[in-house]
């Protein structure tokens, strides 16, 4: 995949022509805060987002340097996507947006993210930053 065509140099535009639909957020929310890691998992989110859509968001991601691919060690056939210190760079953005998300919109659950993130923001994002490193690392020999 080739990276989208950056139409200014101002960085908000810039950082909308990666992560400026909704998809690409949603599938760092699962990466971030649910754990998953597999096209497989991503596929099963309730938003029910489109395997076409779901396959070219996950290459941007990777073109970009913000999620990582590499072949699962358990099935030859199966990829797993990690998050790179430029992804988890993103974690306090969509915390900011799960927190906005909560306080303007009608019918959102109380989830215990919420609540950690409510209680204690700056700490909720970083051991989510530090599970995801966590996941990231190859498994000890």
């Known amino acids: 995949m080739k990276s989208p065509k950056q139409r200014s140099a101002c960085a908000l535009s810039s950082s909308l022509d990666i992560l400026g639909d909704k998809w690409t957020l949603l599938i760092m929310r699962d990466l971030l805060f649910i754990g998953k890691s597999s096209y497989g998992e991503f596929a099963q989110s309730e938003e029910k987002m489109a395997t076409n859509i779901?396959?070219?968001?996950?290459?941007?991601l990777e073109c970009q340097g913000i999620?990582?691919?590499?072949v699962?060690?358990?099935?030859k056939s199966k990829f797993i996507y990690r998050l790179t210190e430029k992804g988890l760079d993103l974690a306090p953005l969509l915390g900011e947006?799960?927190?906005?998300g909560h306080k303007h919109c009608a019918h959102v659950a109380d989830t215990a993210l919420m609540l950690e993130l409510r209680q204690d923001q700056?700490?909720?994002?970083?051991?989510?930053?530090?599970?995801?490193?966590?996941?990231?690392?190859?498994a000890p020999l």
């Open 122 to 138: 700056a700490g909720t994002i970083r051991k989510y930053q530090e599970l995801a490193r966590a996941a990231a690392l190859p």
């Open 72 to 75: 699962a060690a358990d099935k």
């Open 67 to 70: 999620v990582t691919k590499a």
């Open 97 to 100: 947006f799960i927190l906005w």
């Open 54 to 60: 779901l396959a070219d968001r996950l290459a941007l």
